[in-house]
Structures are given as C-alpha cells and as structure tokens.
C-alpha cells in the first residue's frame, strides 16, 4: 500500500500530504534501481510512524531524501539531455493535482480551466504522462501567478462595509492589511468538480480550500469606496469652518481655513484678522437675512406670507 493512501479520512495539512506523496516517488525511484531493501525499510519506518502521528517522522523522510538525491546524482544525465522526472502512479497524480488546485485557492489564484479539463481527461482516460503534465502545468501556473501576487504594488482601500484591504494593481487579488491573499473560496475545484458532473452525470460536492485561511468571498464582494473629490471636499470643509465661526469659536474656523492653505489678502498664511472679511460680520448676516424677509414687488402678500413664516 502506498504512504499517501494512509493519509485517506485523516486529518493531515497539505504540505505534510505533498511530503508523503513525494516520498512515494522517492521510494519507487529506489526499487526501480534494484535498492529494494533500502525501499522497504524507508516505508515501513514512514508508515510506522504516520500511524502513530510521530513527529520524528520529519527525519526519516529526511534521510529518505538523502538516498534519493544520492541515487539520482549517480544517475543524473550526461550535460546537454534534460533530466525526465518519473511518472508517479495514478493515485498519487491525482492527489498532486487536487491539492495544486486547492493550494492556488487559498491563495485565490485562479488556475486557467482548460488545464483543469485537461488534467480530469488524462485521468479519466488512463494518460498518466498526459495527467502528470498536466499537474505540473498546474503547479507551473500558480507558481508564476504567485510570485506576481508578491511582487505586485499594493494599495490600501476602504471597502463599502468599512473593511480596509490591501488590493494587487495587477492581479487585482485583495489582501488582509498585512498583506496575506484573501480567499474567495472554491474558484478552481468547483471548475473541476463540474467537469466531472458533466462527464458522468453525478453532481459532486464542492470541495473546499484546505489551508487554515478562512475564505472570504465577502470581500470580493464588497465595492471600494471612493474618495470625494478635492473640491467637494474643500467646500464641506468651508462650511464646517463658516459653522464654528457662527458659534464664535474663531480658532477652530481659522485651524481649517489654514488647513486649505487660504492666504491672508495681505499675503502669507491667513489669520484671525481674516476671518471677517471671508465668512462676513454679524452686521453683514443680519442685513442678509433682513433682505430675504423684505416683500418682493411682484409677491403677493400671501406669497410673501408663505415664505418667510417659519
């Protein structure tokens, strides 16, 4: 029985899965060079000590890589031919495949769907070169879209619920304000899953994202509010100034005003002396006022009733 079949219905992370996967490869690799005994001991060490969920297990699968790297060093191709990496068996191919989609959901890269079509026709249709080229596709593309995510310029943003995320100008990812890619749930094992209903008819269930990141497709959801514009904004903030001037608090109007970087008219930075002439004297406002209650020659005394009572 391979390794990575004892993980099924136990409760193991993704990478500690890859590493058991990889191991099984390491030990067919060793069989296929007549290292028999040195095969068997490594998986009943490893298998031994998964069912004990012994943490000593990292140096066994250690040393394991060791023999291998070895072996495959002896064995490495004359300068010039490309090294072939051997075909694992169907199980272990599709695993690879499964947790290479969900590792590119938790980090909400989007794996492009005809690599996912093409990955379930290879299993389906017993292509194992074809299926292990098509998950090392797979893996290529959320490599490369993952270092984009890392290098990409990213913006902070308040989101319509007041949430602030970081948004990637490129990839347009969101991410929490340290930076760690949001979620947004089962982007590409849902692809997959629909290939398979549509092939046999069976509707599948939805895997999900297996990391410890929790989805997030609310943020995705939400639309980033915008900034007002500059000058709705210095318009408001006129009138808060005018307001705490009414009120008699002068400072707090000419804290603002210097705020807008008005200018004195007499030039340089505007003062308590300019107060006056920008938001008017009291004399001024009750002459205005005073204005607006007059009768206006073509009003009718009732229309001039109806709009100045208060």
Do not use: C, H
Request: charged residues 30%; hydrophobic residues 35%.
């Amino acid at each position: 029985m391979k390794l990575s079949e004892q993980l099924a219905g136990k409760n193991f992370g993704p990478k500690f899965s890859q590493a058991i996967s990889a191991a099984d490869d390491q030990i067919e690799y060793l069989r296929a060079k007549g290292l028999n005994q040195d095969a068997d001991l490594f998986a009943r060490q490893i298998s031994d000590k998964i069912n004990k969920r012994d943490e000593s297990i990292a140096g066994n699968l250690s040393a394991l890589g060791q023999v291998y790297a070895a072996n495959l060093k002896a064995t490495k191709p004359a300068e010039g031919k490309e090294e072939v990496e051997p075909i694992p068996d169907f199980p272990v191919i599709a695993d690879r495949i499964q947790d290479a989609l969900r590792i590119g959901e938790d980090s909400n890269i989007r794996v492009s769907p005809v690599l996912i079509q093409n990955a379930f026709e290879a299993e389906i249709g017993g292509d194992a070169e074809g299926a292990f080229n098509a998950a090392k596709a797979i893996e290529k593309e959320i490599e490369e879209q993952r270092k984009q995510q890392v290098e990409e310029e990213k913006t902070l943003e308040t989101l319509g619920d007041g949430t602030q995320v970081r948004i990637g100008k490129k990839t347009g990812t969101r991410y929490s304000a340290s930076g760690i890619p949001l979620s947004s749930g089962p982007i590409n094992t849902s692809i997959y899953n629909k290939v398979v209903e549509q092939f046999t008819g069976v509707p599948q269930e939805l895997a999900q994202p297996t990391s410890t990141i929790d989805t997030s497709p609310q943020v995705y959801e939400q639309p980033v509010q915008q900034a007002p514009s500059r000058a709705r904004e210095s318009i408001a903030l006129m009138q808060e100034a005018q307001d705490l001037y009414d009120k008699g608090d002068k400072r707090g109007a000419l804290a603002i005003i210097q705020g807008l970087r008005m200018q004195s008219f007499m030039g340089g930075t505007a003062s308590e002396e300019d107060l006056e002439a920008i938001f008017g004297t009291a004399e001024e406002k009750e002459k205005a006022e005073s204005s607006e209650t007059k009768r206006r020659p073509d009003e009718t005394i009732e229309e001039w009733l109806e709009r100045t009572k208060k």
